[in-house]
């Protein structure tokens, strides 16, 4: 019997290199593929989570007849054809609760004469969470309630708006510096006879010209030199 002799290619070791290649390149390949199947499952399961929102809302305007089109639609007929008064009866419109001024309506007439005080100073230190404090302040000496907490019964964000609503509005202030007591008589006094005291003297002074390009005015008796503390 005849030995069976097997010859193998000369290049055999290259051949498997490229196969190896090959199902590696096919490996990276479904790995890609699969990352693309998990991102698209991924971005329906976002938008039938956002269509699944949508819907809940559209609900809620359905059941307390929200400004949806059809209701918008429907007003407007009623303001064209229909009787006016009932177009006038829906008022506040969505409001479907009372606000807090509303359940105490004298705690707002408080904000606004305490608002009108803040901003009658001169020194400019009113702010909206002064405001915000006062009215907590007022609040739990009105109901009776002891306050438990540091979270204030309207916000500073609220108490904001609040203002903005009833026309206060907020600017930089771009007055020369006050110092509180710089109106008390003995203050005043004092100013004016520096003052006085100043003009009465100034030949004694080295003093400037006026205008863009400045001058020393030399003294004409014995210089005199301020010391201040």
């Known amino acids: ?13 290259q051949i498997i290199v490229d196969l190896q290649q090959l199902a590696d390149e096919n490996e990276e390949l479904l790995k890609q593929k699969q ?44 303001f064209i054809a229909d009787d006016l008064n009932e177009f006038n009866e829906e008022c506040r419109g969505g409001k479907r609760f009372d606000s807090f001024f509303d359940i105490f309506p004298e705690l707002e007439n408080q904000m606004k004469l305490f608002t009108i005080q803040g901003y009658q100073r001169k020194d400019a230190s009113f702010t909206s969470l002064e405001m915000a404090q006062y009215l907590d302040q007022q609040y739990y000496k009105l109901t009776g309630q002891v306050k438990t907490s ?37 203050v005043v006094e004092n100013r004016k006879e520096f003052v006085q005291a100043f003009l009465e003297n100034k030949q004694s002074y080295y003093l400037v010209t006026d205008g863009k390009n400045s001058q020393w005015i030399f003294p004409k008796q014995d210089p005199v030199i301020l010391l201040c503390e």
């Open 150 to 186: 540091d979270q204030l019964v309207r916000s500073e964000r609220m108490c904001r708006l609040d203002l903005r609503r009833y026309g206060f509005t907020f600017d930089k202030n771009t007055q020369r510096s006050y110092w509180s007591g710089h109106e008390r008589p003995d």
């Open 1 to 13: 019997m005849d030995d069976i002799v097997v010859v193998q290619p000369k290049n055999v070791n």
């Open 35 to 78: 990352e693309t199947i998990e991102e698209k499952e991924k971005t329906i399961e976002e938008k039938e989570k956002l269509l699944k929102e949508e819907k809940q809302k559209y609900d809620f305007l359905q059941q307390i007849g929200g400004t949806t089109c059809r209701t918008a639609h429907k007003w407007a007929e009623t």
